[in-house]
Structure formats: structure tokens, C-alpha cells
């Protein structure tokens, strides 16, 4: 199994990034897709998770308005579009497919390298 992400960057505070995830070795449409992150010197943290459809998406509170995820069943690609960054979203962003609604780190299956996001003030 092999998740992939890209899209990370440097942004100044108040911009946008997309990361995408490219999945594969994996019946990709059967598994919740979601992204986590970790700041340094904080614990991995749930950023935003969507079912196989699509049409149930889970958002942390940090995330809501800000952050939209999707995902491409045809691709085996998922997509965190982020909006109105600030300097407290500075994380490496990990990828990762589980079983379980709304993952944390020990309900994950499966997990990307990360990308890192860095947001200037």
C-alpha cells in the first residue's frame, strides 16, 4: 500500500494550499480517506476525514469553514483544500486511510510520508 501526498509548501498567513494524496495497493473506494498533522513538539492530531461516497465528511473544529476534503474514487486520489491559513496550521500533513469515521492516529491503517505546510506571519 502506497499513499502519496504532494502539494505542501510555504504560504503566507491568509493564503491557500492543496494537498492531494494519491492512493494505490489498496481497494481505495472501500476505506475512509483522511488527513492528520503534527506541529512540532504536539501529538498527531485529525484534520478531516470522508467516507467511500463522499457524502459524509468529518471536520476537527480548527478545520471547519477553512478546510474542505474530497476524494476521487476514479483517481484513488484524495484532496485537502485549505483556505484562510494561519501560522497555527504549520504541521506536517499526513494522509491516511482507516476503517473509522473521524481516525486518530491508533485507528489508521494506513499512512503517507507527510507533507510539510509552513504558514508565515
Known amino acids: 500500500v502506497q499513499l502519496v501526498e504532494s502539494g505542501g509548501g510555504l504560504v503566507q498567513a491568509g493564503g491557500s494550499l492543496r494537498l492531494s494524496c494519491a492512493a494505490s495497493g489498496l481497494s481505495f473506494s472501500t476505506y475512509i480517506m483522511a488527513w492528520l498533522r503534527q506541529a512540532p513538539g504536539k501529538e498527531r492530531e485529525s484534520v478531516a476525514a470522508v467516507d467511500w461516497s463522499g457524502s459524509s465528511i468529518y471536520y476537527a473544529d480548527f478545520a471547519k469553514g477553512r478546510f474542505t476534503i474530497s476524494r476521487d474514487n476514479v483517481k484513488n486520489t484524495v484532496y485537502l483544500q485549505m483556505n484562510s491559513l494561519k501560522p497555527e496550521d504549520t504541521a506536517v500533513y499526513y494522509c491516511?486511510?482507516?476503517?473509522?469515521?473521524?481516525?486518530?492516529?491508533?485507528?489508521?491503517?494506513?499512512w503517507g510520508q507527510g507533507t510539510q505546510v509552513t504558514v508565515s506571519s
Open positions: 491516511a486511510a482507516s476503517r473509522v469515521r473521524m481516525p486518530t492516529p491508533p485507528t489508521v491503517n494506513y
